[in-house]
């Protein structure tokens, strides 16, 4: 198979951006992006704000409790408001009141969860990886979550082909299509700092010849991405930066090649998306197979992974920053992030439902050495109340303390890549067991 053909030599490196290598501690790499709208210092968590906001939290709140950069859905904005809404407002940073860097998503995930992840019933919230029964360690989704429950009783709404993808909106019915150019021209229009190649995500479920033929297909379109990126220019007062997709699921082969082939195109930043397995073991394999082959110049994210030991493993392989939904739609149900429970031990699930009898009378805050606004001020049996009382304060709150929880993990872990001790982090937020497993 061909390599894409990439577009005529021009300003394909986007300006205003550089990435910078700080510390190195095997290849888990402490660095520094820049960006037009600030510096993100990594490994970094980038928190989920799908509709132009981090569910019920002013960003003011957002950025009081470290989260350094937010993470936007292109296809839920283009459905509503509507990519030309957004630029009339001069762009997302100013419409959502953000100050801050800001990716957004190609919307190819959501031909997964529209298509396969219905097709398959799989998600990335519900339960990415089918071999295990329920979520992972210290910050994975709640099992049973409600978007599996909602796709089980639905029908495919995509249809995939060469041109790009056909696609039922699920607010109202109306049909649409997305292609690579298409999809370019809205996160344009949208302004985030980063925005991603179109791409086709794949299922745990799909065989391996489906998943070569798409992730072959994903390199053609990552190449009308570059032409159609360096056509059409920032539409706002600043640069943007293109990153390319790997897919080829969690097949050596495919996965090899992708990471060969999106890295010798000329983008700023590369992204791993896509399925990455059955368990927690096929994601670190995927990520071994695909990290080496990327350059070293460029920041990696790791698209749609929000749980510890996750995160440990991709960063003890040279990945750079994360986002995922889980740590605000835990608190949502009253799941607070914790690494310890009450016992000083290592908590296993890495949370605590707050909605449990237990926490009725309890006077402590959730985590008694977290420094975020709500553990300082509020103590669990309070939080408990607001849930039983259906207060939207309590989501919030938790909210706030969950951001918190992987702003601190994060800079606990640059610390720790700093002074070369990023074994001995791992060691302390999942004991020797796991440990051996992540690295």
Partial sequence: ?????????????????????????????????????????????????????????????????????????????????????????????????????????????????LGASIDHRVGKVANIFPEEGSESAVGGGPPGSVSLRRLRNRTSMVRVDEHGVRFTSHIDGSRHVFTPESSIAVQRALGADVVLAFDECTSPLHDEDYTRESAERTHRWAARCLAAFEAGGPRHAHDQALFGVVQGGAFEEPRRRSADVIAALPFSGVAI??????????????????????????????????????ILAAVARGVDTFDCVTPTRNARNGMALVRLDDDGVLQPRGRINLQNASHARAERPIEATCDCATCARFSRAYLRHLFKANESLGPQLVTIHNLRFMARLMREIRDAIEAGLFDAVVRRWLGDGVRARVR
């Fill in 1 to 113: 198979m061909d390599t894409p053909s990439t577009p005529p030599a021009g300003a394909l490196r986007a300006r205003g951006f550089a990435f910078e290598e700080i510390a190195r501690d095997g290849a888990a790499r402490r660095g520094r992006l820049e960006t037009p709208h600030g510096t993100i210092e990594t490994p970094a968590f980038v928190g989920v704000g799908t509709q132009a906001t981090v569910k019920g939290i002013d960003p003011d709140a957002v950025a009081r409790t470290g989260t350094q950069v937010l993470f936007a859905n292109t296809y839920h904005l283009y459905l509503r408001p509507g990519a030309d809404l957004v630029e009339a407002h001069g762009g997302l940073h100013r419409f959502m009141g953000w100050s801050g860097p800001l990716f957004t998503d190609s919307g190819g995930f959501q031909v997964f969860s």
């Fill in 273 to 310: 998306g896509g399925n990455l397995g059955r368990s927690h073991a096929d994601m670190y394999r995927v990520l071994d197979w695909t990290v080496p082959a990327l350059p070293e110049s460029l920041p990696r994210h790791l698209l749609g992974i929000g749980d510890v030991p996750s």
